[in-house]
């Protein structure tokens, strides 16, 4: 019964390949996010989506496409991946927008050779 | 902007010591304010929060409390434990003034030795 579920949990690929990191919530949220965590640990939104709708585009790459076929699903596409992409992607659901609490998944580790 | 300034870490404490986590922030609004917690190979999740000044959160023998004229929220817990260690994440969330994204501070690892 995971909440947030991401797949794949690893992924090792190499430079100029284009990948993709899907998520999936199950709690009936609204609002879905990216964030990714680089080596330091240190965490930062990527995009954010209400209801299919995109509303955070944090001065992402636009190699980053985030895709979201319904409310409970939020994919992020890569396309011609650098070296600096390697970290670990999180996503996260709220039940609305704005909400206080946001719920994150297990997180994808990518690694770029 | 929003920002959120942690402790340096990491953090290394006995068992049963005392802990204390700085966290100070600078907003525009009314912030909430959050500690997440980030145990080894796993996502966030919450701790605890406080969504106005003076509230205290608490969790797990884990407080914080929100005091506006200091700006800060520090993490504290009189007891610490192993299965304590982890990585610590304060953080606000700014909805006032339509910011309804999580502003995250760096993390302060947490390890608890037997």
């Known amino acids: 019964d995971t909440a947030v579920s991401q797949t794949p949990k690893y992924l090792v690929t190499q430079m100029g390949n284009d990948k993709s990191i899907k998520c999936e919530q199950n709690?009936?949220?609204?609002?879905m996010y990216w964030y990714k965590q680089d080596s330091k640990k240190f965490l930062k939104i990527m995009f954010s989506y209400n209801n299919k709708e995109l509303i955070i585009n944090e001065t992402v790459p636009n190699r980053f496409s985030p895709k979201s076929p319904d409310k409970a699903h939020l994919n992020l596409h890569i396309n011609s991946l650098e070296l600096g992409d390697s970290a670990v992607y999180f996503c996260?659901?709220?039940?609305?927008?704005?909400?206080?609490?946001?719920?994150f998944g297990p997180g994808t580790r990518l690694t770029v050779t | 902007g929003d920002s959120v300034t942690q402790m340096e870490g990491p953090v290394t404490l006995s068992e049963e010591a005392f802990l204390t986590i700085n966290c100070t922030y600078t907003a525009t609004g009314y912030p909430s304010l959050f500690w997440y917690v980030q145990y080894p190979g796993e996502g966030l999740q919450l701790l605890l929060k406080?969504?106005?000044?003076?509230d205290k959160g608490s969790n797990k023998g884990f407080e914080a409390t929100y005091r506006k004229e200091t700006t800060s929220f520090h993490l504290e817990k009189g007891s610490v434990q192993v299965s304590d260690s982890a990585v610590y994440f304060c953080?606000?969330?700014?909805?006032?003034?339509?910011?309804?994204?999580?502003?995250f501070g760096t993390g302060t690892r947490l390890t608890i030795i037997p």
């Open positions: 996260a659901s709220s039940q609305v927008r704005g909400a206080y609490e946001q719920y």
């Open positions: 953080a606000l969330s700014d909805l006032g003034f339509g910011n309804e994204k999580l502003t």
């Open positions: 406080a969504t106005k000044a003076d």
């Open positions: 709690l009936g949220h609204d609002t």
